[in-house]
């Protein structure tokens, strides 16, 4: 016997509250609630299973406003507790269509000249903005020369299945692009596994006649993203080390955000790779220097004792908002020395540029596609993936969208959204010539207007375990291809020399229906399984 | 982009409190401490990346009391945040030890009559206590007769430290033995391995002069207890299979305590094994029925539909604490029926009962040992590592020791320990004869008096991570070495027939200097790894 009993108190506990993550993705607290029980009771054991599994394989969520000195509570991240239908014809459509999907990327941050006309008004409008602090450290690289040629990115293609009659067909449509800092990974491959591990239980408890009628493991998809991710970042690592033969260990720094809530997401991946450190935003400067030939050099011990490392690649999971490059912190300083250095980066600054949604808006235009895909078989395809979007800029086509949006009979079917890169801070439907009012007309250049994917309706209702309660009813799903490629720019023309390009895996989030955002780490979006069908 | 920016709001907060694990072992409330930052400022990077290392394997504690209907916060177990020096050839010696501590306990687990009489005044003088509710399920166990005769325990037998003189020579001293419900084995595994990572970054950040003379990773020993738990299981699984071939699926069921805060240390198991239930002490006459063979029967789904499987063996990690013995929760019923059952039990009613102080005491009494272990060739090697204990009961010797016991100038290097198994509850020195002034003298002998352990002067001060803060300084360690055996015990006689019998694993915890309790769970040990010098 080394444990003692733990059953709860016997007295009401009215003091203490449980931390939580609000819906502002900050921790809050809540009061407990004596209503909880009855809402489990219809499923204790599946409930507590996962509750177990996710605290045990540490797919966790950290309670920083709670940390204190010797420890951090954690809480697990949001789960489907049920993997979710997904065609499986679309699933293997949408990983086929991942390395056109990167090369078209690619080649956008490339052409330079289209890439400034689609971020001009973005740029010339706010100088202290996200794009054109980018755009500016792009400038300065330039000027400079570059170093090295070789960039890498690890991205995500966001789909969401698009009801295309009354009779259940679909098609594939693509949300967004993140070119830059994809989370959701590792979390992604913890509750794959977890899905097999309760199917499997599953299965072995049915009497052997029900067995073949229920859904079997190869209908969800394997999924090793973190190894995945290991290796790419790995095949850079090993460019490098080829490149610059001069004895000095090398490493991969992995700039992260300071008081990170979501290091599940990153630490897997530092763990799987031979020396990886990470180093916090604010802190690059004073940890990372630039040697004498643009080597990024890094001391992990921070005392002057012990080996100084060659920084190899730079990977990013910081440096996305506007703030990072604030004068306070020298945030564009920042991002400038990575950027001049001879480290490969993962993804390079154009790279990143990409990822904002008015250059997925200029890439939907007619013959765009056509330009940067010349010899793809894949254009048609990746073509149909595409919704409806349109700019909200000074141009005439623009001009007259504006006019269009404002009513509230077409806006209904649409969603604004800011011209930044990744999820967030859109507006739907009905709630957009309102916003719009309210907002200078000189700033609507910065929203692109898309139209809403409307998904089939589905059949099976859902059961999510998020933040806030255990959620019961429709659901609506998103499939992320993970993609990872490996280039070499071009001194002149557009040709950029592909070293890797492929799909690597996969994350699938799921949200009740009639929530219109799918962040997870904002308490909505739950980490799932595609059930393959 | 997919992760807001999550730097802590910068309003003051002074309404959420931090969950955290007080001195009882229950989760407590305590407000945030603005000084923690100081605290730790002097090793930010190793307590950052501990506490990560913690949240991302799961090496965690629930706090049972935030739990809500859909999630439950955690924290990180105790740990040290360097290995702590052990002499490598005592940490071998104790490993080599563990078949015969084994089979002591296994013997005199069969002696029956010797039982008797070490637990006799016991049994009779709390007839609704633990050891007479264990020994009044043997009883009716005896009766009924057996069904099974092969039983397994997983045991563990805990050591400290003996200063045997000032130069700094120290010899082995056994605290106690676990025959019941031993806990500890995955958290150990996981803080070894965390340890191993912390290593390896260091020496590879060290310059290659310095790698030399610093510890190296073969002075960390290899743990793989989860994996030997799981084959240790699996051995007595098997064993059952082959007994009885009826076509019925099998499972290992896993007795555990409702709400339990620790099962970072018993889902590891689980998930190893290929067919392993929970079920929790409360509901096992409700989950788990007796068949006409005595067959333990067990349907997983609960609900009538799916697999019915028989028990193959019962692992408790529950029933150690009197209170689950009550009437009110049917308690010795739940006992009974599982010792009835023809399941092999991990371990069975007589290998717990050998688990309580006072029989560790009538080992240590002379001849004892040479009675039950007559051929091994260790016996001295295994009297070494006992230590000075006295009964307090009613025979002559032990009135003389109670009234020895109660001068303060004699109690001063003694621990008073009541008559249970496992730790806790302890007296120490000074503290003896007012506590047992207070006692009835009638109840005197459920305790026993044993030497105090004096370990030696540490000379590396330690720095610990406990719920409460960064402790740094002299620290002592406890190493627990885990053993497995199997058994048959024999019809008439004193020979059981011995069918495994092993060290397979280890623990080690270390507390601050001066602190009396190794309890992990009650916030005072901290799980750590042995240097081996």
Sequence with gaps: MTQPSYAPSPEPHTEPVMP?????????????????????????RLVSDIKDYLLTHGHLLKLVRFETASRVPAAG?????????????????????????????????????????????????????????????????REAGTLQRVACGIVRSDYMLLATDDKGDVSLKQVEMNTFSAAGACHAEGVASMHRWLMRRRLAEMDDADTSIQPQLGDLPSNANTASIVASLSAAHNIYQRQFLNGRPKCIIMIVQPENFNIADERPIEYGLFACYRCEWRDVLARIHLGPDRELLFQPSGSGEGKTFEVSVVYYRAGYDAEEYSEGIGGRGIRLMLELSRAIKCPDVKMHLVGMKSVQCALATPRVLERFLPDSRHVDEVKETFVEMHALDSSPAGLEMRKWATNPENAVNFVLKPNLEGGGHNIFGKDIPTFLSEVPAKEWHRYTLMRLITPPAGTDPGMLLTSEEVYEGPVVSELGVLGFAMWRVPIQGSEPEILKNEAIGWTYKTKPEGVDEMSVVKGYGCFDCPLLT
Tied chains: 1, 2.
């Excluded at 819906?23 to 489990?40: F, P, Q, R, T, Y």
Aim: glycine residues 6%.
């Design 20 to 44: 939580g993550l609000g819906s502002d993705g900050h921790a809050v607290a809540a009061g407990l609630n004596d209503d909880d029980e009855d809402e489990e009771s219809t499923h204790p």
């Design 77 to 141: 991240v949001n789960v489907s507790c049920h993997p979710t239908r997904f065609p499986r014809h679309l699933f293997t459509h949408a990983k086929s269509l991942q390395p056109s999907m990167n090369e078209l990327y690619i080649r956008a941050s490339i052409d330079e000249n289209w890439l400034y006309n689609v971020l001009k008004q973005e740029i010339e409008s706010d100088p202290v903005g996200l794009v054109a602090s980018l755009w500016d450290v792009w400038v300065k690289c």
